[in-house]
Every structure is written in C-alpha cells, then in structure tokens.
C-alpha cells in the first residue's frame, strides 16, 4: 500500500499528495497526519495537492475534515496547488469546504500559515467562544 509522506519542517508539517489518492488512502492520511501533529507539536500543516487531476465528493469531504481536526488540535492548515479541474470540479459538486484555507502555491501557503501562526501567539491560542 502507498504512503504519503509527512516532512517535518520548524514547526509545520509538509504533506505532498504525489500519488492517486483512493478512498482508503486518504483514511489512512488522515490518522497519519493527526497522530505526527500530536507527537511533534506542529503548529500547522501545509497540504500540496498540485499532483491531484480529480477530487470527489470523499475526497472533498476529506479535505475538510483533516482542516478541521487539525485545528481541533492546535494547528493550522493550508491547502496549496489547487487545479483548475478540481476547482471546477469541486464547484460543480457543491463542496463548499468550509474549514479549508487555500493560496496558490507552497510560498503563498507558508506565508498564509506564519501569519495565523503569529496571530495566534498574539492572542495566547485559540479560545472557545461561548454564547
């Protein structure tokens, strides 16, 4: 079976979809990536999804949810490389993708990521809100 392979960088995690991604490789993504966040402290995540030709409505879903348990944990997450195909495609779908930050490329998502970073350790973390 494939993995996909998590860097460590400073205090972000790399992950570089260079593979098709199939239903169960996206689960075992997912554990993956919670876990090394867990166990080396990461304050964000940068996602590559440039190798990706074709997102479904799984795939989608999966996306969103690994922005949100990461956040959940601590962490930011930034989706970076994008194809137009899967844009078009996860507009067609409906996908709205609420918990995922997106920028063009790798440059862009890391600024993205220092930036919420920086804010957070401007206001001492995350806080819930409570109505």
Do not use: W
Not at 64 to 81: D, F, H, P, Q, Y
């Amino acid at each position: 079976m494939n993995t996909i392979p998590i860097l460590k960088l400073g205090e972000y995690l790399l992950v570089s979809i260079q593979v098709d991604m199939h239903d169960r490789l996206a689960l075992q993504l997912q554990d993956e990536l919670t876990s090394m966040l867990v166990k080396t402290k990461s304050r964000g995540v940068l996602l590559d999804i440039s190798f990706l030709e074709m997102v479904d409505s799984f795939m989608g879903r999966m996306l969103s949810n690994i922005a949100a348990m990461t956040r959940l944990l601590g962490a930011e997450t930034v989706v970076v490389g994008i194809q137009p195909a899967v844009a078009i495609t996860i507009v067609e779908l409906g996908l709205t993708l609420p918990n995922v930050r997106t920028a063009l490329n790798v440059d862009a998502g890391m600024e993205i990521l220092r930036r919420l970073v920086d804010f957070s350790d401007q206001k001492g973390g995350y806080e819930c809100q409570q109505e």
